[in-house]
C-alpha cells in the first residue's frame, strides 16, 4: 500500500543533454531538502512486475513527489537494456545503447565494434567535456581514427568533432564522443562512443546504424542545402531582441542540432539560472526552434 514519507535527499535538477540517441548524458547541480513523498509505489512492465534494484540487487523505492513519478535511472537501464556510467568528479551520467546483433554479424562485429588498438591512448592533458575538433588531434587519437575508418569507410576526420570524458586522474578509464557535423556550426546525433578501458580501446558503438537500420546519409547537395537555411537563420535571429526578464544567467549554451532519425533541425538555446525559489540551485530554461529547409 502507498504510504506518505517524509525524505531528506539531494534534488538533481537537469541541466543539459548531449544528443546522440541512444547515447544519453545528464549533468546536476544539487542541493540538499526535506521532502513528503507518496511511497512503496509498483511497476509493472509488460503486465509483469518489475522491482528496481541498485548495483548491489539491493532493492530501492520509486516515489511520488508533487504528481510526478520518480524511478532510480540505473532501473531505467536495466529496463531498456542500456549500459550506464557515472563520473562523480563530473556528476554525470551516462546511458549507452547495446548494439543488437544477429549471430552472423558476430564476427563483423568483434572486429569492428569491440577491436581492440596496439598502445596506449593518452587523454591525460585534454580537457574533460569539451568538444574540440577532431583533426587538431589527428596525431593523438590516430589509433582511435583507424578504427572508425575500419567501420565507416568514408569516415573523414574533419568533419568530426570529440568530446572526452575520463574518470580517472591517469585518463585510462572513460569514454570519447566523437559527433559528425554538417558544416562548422551543425552539430548532428551521428555519433561514435569509443568506451576506453585501461589505456585502450574495448568497444566503439555507433549511436546510430545499430540502432535504426533505415539511417542514411544526407546528400552533398542536402548538407549545402542545410547550412545556407542555417546561415540565413542565425543572420535573422542576430535582429531579435533578447529579452533576459532580470533573470540570474549563469551559463548560457545555443546549438544547432540536426536529427538523422526524424529529419528535424533546431535551434537550441538554454539558459542555465540560478533559481531563488530553490535556493540558489541552477536549473536550466530552454528554447526550441525549427528551422525550415
Known sequence: ??????????????????????????????????????????????????????????????????????????????????????????????????????????????????????????TSTIENGKELNLIDY???????????????????????????????????????????YIGDKIKTNKVYVAIIENGRISKITDSLKSNNSNFHNLTTDEEKNIIDKVNKFLKDREKVKDNNNGEKIKERKTEILYDYLTSELKYIDTKFIISDELDGAIVDKTIEIEIEY
Do not use: C, Q
Not at 589509433?143 to 568530446?163: A, H, S, T
Open 1 to 122: 500500500m502507498s504510504k506518505k514519507k517524509i525524505m531528506s535527499l539531494t534534488m538533481a535538477f537537469v541541466l543539459g543533454v548531449v544528443i546522440g540517441t541512444p547515447i544519453v548524458s545528464y549533468v546536476y547541480a544539487s542541493l540538499t531538502k526535506t521532502i513528503e513523498v507518496v511511497s512503496g509505489i509498483n511497476i509493472e512492465i509488460n503486465g509483469e512486475k518489475f522491482i528496481p534494484k541498485d548495483a548491489n540487487g539491493k532493492e530501492v523505492d520509486a516515489f511520488i513527489y508533487n504528481g510526478t513519478t520518480y524511478v532510480p535511472i540505473r532501473a531505467i537501464s536495466d529496463i531498456y537494456g542500456s549500459d550506464i556510467d557515472w563520473d562523480g568528479e563530473s556528476n554525470t551520467v551516462s546511458l549507452f545503447g547495446k548494439v543488437e546483433v544477429s549471430k552472423n554479424d558476430i564476427s563483423k562485429v568483434n572486429e569492428l565494434v569491440s577491436h581492440k588498438i596496439d598502445g596506449k591512448l593518452n
Open 138 to 180: 589527428e596525431d593523438k587519437f590516430k589509433d582511435l581514427i583507424v578504427e572508425l575508418k575500419k567501420i565507416n569507410k568514408d569516415f573523414d576526420v574533419k568533419k568530426y568533432k570529440f568530446l572526452v570524458n575520463m574518470y580517472t586522474e591517469d585518463g585510462n578509464d572513460g569514454i570519447i564522443k566523437v559527433y559528425y
